[in-house]
């Protein structure tokens, strides 16, 4: 049985992950850090409903994208407000400047893709979870899952991401 205490040490632990997916979602530093406070006061208060016979990060990732699609619909005509350029973006940061450099640009590009193959990617690459674990968080068929994350792939290494300003 977890404890209340148990169940904020490991959510404290995933506050990083959860940052970065709430990052690849909002791209926007000041609505990810608003969305991941937003998901542990959602977290915090229903820690009772937590099963946990299953993995806390899945849970918050599920809570973070739920509430992030009740802002969207907030927002309705709204959507681009606040929004910081990728190359002004913190995340990603490396001791070494040519390290630094290239995760600007690898996070530039990832920044460029459409939102429905962000995720995917980021969720499998930075996250480790499986194309499976991606299927039901996400909620759509794993076939899917595969073929974004195929696709964003492609657009990154071919340079069409940044280059080709890919419209998200």
Not at 46 to 59: E, I, S, T
Not at 71 to 96: C, F, H, I, N, S
Request: charged content about 25%.
């Amino acid at each position: 049985m977890t404890t209340s205490d148990t169940f904020k040490a490991e959510m404290i632990g995933l506050l990083p992950r959860l940052r970065r997916f709430a990052l690849s979602l909002s791209r926007s530093a000041p609505d990810a850090d608003d969305l991941v406070q937003d998901a542990c006061i959602t977290a915090l208060q229903k820690w009772h409903q937590y099963d946990p016979a299953q993995p806390l990060g899945r849970w918050m990732f599920r809570i973070i994208r739920n509430l992030w699609i009740s802002e969207l619909r907030k927002r309705k005509g709204r959507d681009g407000q606040g929004q910081v350029p990728a190359e002004e973006a913190t995340e990603l940061q490396t001791a070494d400047a040519d390290e630094a450099l290239s995760a600007k640009q690898v996070q530039a590009r990832v920044s460029a893709l459409p939102r429905d193959l962000a995720q995917p990617l980021m969720l499998v690459c930075a996250e480790g979870y499986s194309y499976r674990e991606v299927s039901e968080l996400l909620e759509i068929p794993v076939g899917t899952v595969m073929s974004r994350i195929h696709r964003a792939r492609k657009l990154l290494v071919s340079g069409l991401g940044h280059e080709e300003g890919i419209a998200t």
